[in-house]
C-alpha cells in the first residue's frame, strides 16, 4: 500500500478539501485525487462522496480513517528514528562502566540538555560494529579497526582519546604499597586479564604490550564477570590486573584493592571512534570536541602501532615511548 496515498486520505478528510490537502502536501489536486482513487481500488470501497464544499467520509471512509492515522504516524516515526537531527545521538560503548561510558557522561553533563543514548553492541567482532555504523544503526561507536585499510569507504575512525592504565592489585600484592609503578617494575608479576577475544583489538593490544616490556599476560580462562576478578584479586598475593584509569569498578570495602598508576612511560590504551564519513549526526561534532579538549596525560607514553594511524600527528609516531605530548 502507497503510504503517501494514506496520508493523502488522511489530509483530504481531515481538511474536508481535496484541494487544501494538495497545498499542503506540495503536490498537485489531481495527483491528490488519483492516489485516492488507486487506494479506493485497492480496498475496493468508496472512501469519500463529493459535495458542493468539498468531499465527506463515507461510512468505509471513516471505519478505515483511525488506522490510516495510524499508519501515517507510524511511518513519521520511523522516518525520524533513522534522520540525524531528529533523534537521540546514539553511540556504542563497551560497557556502562568504561571509561569510554564515563567520558560520555561527562559531556552530557556539560550539556545536560543533549538527546544522548548509550548502548552497548556486546559484540568482540569490529566487523559487526563497523557494519551497525554503516547501517546507521548506531551513529558512532568507541571501537578501533587495527587494519583501517580494511574499512568500507563509507566509515572512518578517528582518534578520541588515550586511557592511561592502572595495575590493580589486592593488599597481600607485593606491589600494592606503590605510589606508581614503571612497566619493568610489572616484568615477572602474572598479570591477569581473562576473555581476550582473538582477534578483537585489545588482544593484540595486550600482545604488543607483552612484546614491549616482557610482561607476563595471562589471558586463561573465560571471564565471569567484574565480580569474580575483584574476588580473585582481593584473595590473591601473586594476581593482577590492568585497569583503565577511568573505568568505574566497586568493591566490598574489605577487599582493599589498590589503583597504582603506571608511569615512564604511562601505558595508554588508544580508543578510536567509528563513525559514517558523509551525513554524520549533528552532535557528534560537539561530542569530538569535548574528546579534544579532555586534559593531557603524564609523558612519556607507550601505544601500540595500530594507534598511529588515528593518532593526532603531535603524539609521536606509532609504537614505542612518545613524549612530546
Known amino acids: 500500500m502507497d503510504t503517501e496515498a494514506v496520508r493523502s486520505f488522511v489530509r483530504a478528510a481531515e481538511l474536508g478539501q481535496v484541494q487544501h490537502a494538495a497545498h499542503e502536501l506540495g503536490v498537485t489536486q489531481q495527483a491528490v485525487s488519483k492516489r485516492i482513487a ?71 553533563r556539560a550539556r ?37 585499510d580494511t574499512l568500507p569507504r563509507d566509515v572512518r575512525m578517528i582518534h ?39 582477534g578483537s583489538e585489545w588482544a593484540e593490544f595486550y600482545d604488543q604490550l607483552a612484546t614491549a616490556f616482557d610482561l607476563r599476560i595471562d589471558a586463561t580462562g573465560p571471564h565471569f564477570g567484574d565480580e569474580v576478578l575483584l574476588d580473585t584479586l582481593a584473595e590473591s598475593a601473586d594476581v593482577a590486573t590492568l585497569v583503565g584509569a577511568r573505568d568505574r569498578y566497586l568493591w566490598p570495602v574489605s577487599h582493599d584493592l589498590r589503583r597504582i598508576p603506571v608511569v615512564n612511560p604511562t ?30 596525560l603524564p609523558q612519556p607514553v607507550w601505544f601500540p602501532s595500530w594507534a598511529a594511524a588515528t593518532r593526532p600527528r603531535d ?9 612530546s605530548g
Open 315 to 323: 603524539h609521536g609516531p606509532g609504537t614505542g615511548v612518545s613524549g
Open 267 to 296: 601505558l595508554v590504551y588508544p580508543l578510536s571512534l567509528l563513525l559514517p564519513r558523509s551525513n554524520p549526526h549533528p552532535d557528534l561534532r560537539d561530542v569530538i570536541a569535548h574528546l579534544e579538549a579532555l586534559p593531557p
Open 160 to 198: 578520541a582519546f588515550d586511557s592511561p592504565l592502572e595495575l590493580l592489585v589486592g593488599p597481600g600484592h607485593p606491589l600494592a604499597a606503590a605510589p606508581g609503578l614503571t612497566p619493568s617494575q610489572l616484568r615477572g608479576h602474572r598479570i591477569w586479564v581473562p576473555g581476550i577475544a582473538p
Open 38 to 108: 488507486t487506494l479506493e481500488r485497492q480496498l475496493g470501497v468508496r472512501l469519500f462522496t463529493r459535495t458542493a464544499r468539498g468531499v465527506e467520509l463515507t461510512f468505509d471512509g471513516r471505519a478505515f480513517l483511525p488506522h490510516a492515522r495510524s499508519v501515517v504516524a507510524g511511518v513519521d516515526r520511523a522516518v525520524a528514528a533513522v534522520r540525524p537531527g531528529s533523534r537521540a545521538l546514539r553511540i556504542d560503548v563497551l560497557g556502562l562502566r568504561s571509561a569510554q561510558a564515563v567520558v560520555l557522561h561527562e559531556y552530557w
Open 112 to 148: 545536560p540538555g543533549t538527546d544522548l543514548d548509550v548502548v552497548t553492541l556486546r559484540v568482540d567482532d569490529p566487523r559487526v560494529v563497523v557494519a551497525a555504523v554503516e547501517a546507521g544503526e548506531i551513529d558512532a561507536s568507541f571501537r578501533t579497526v587495527t587494519s583501517p
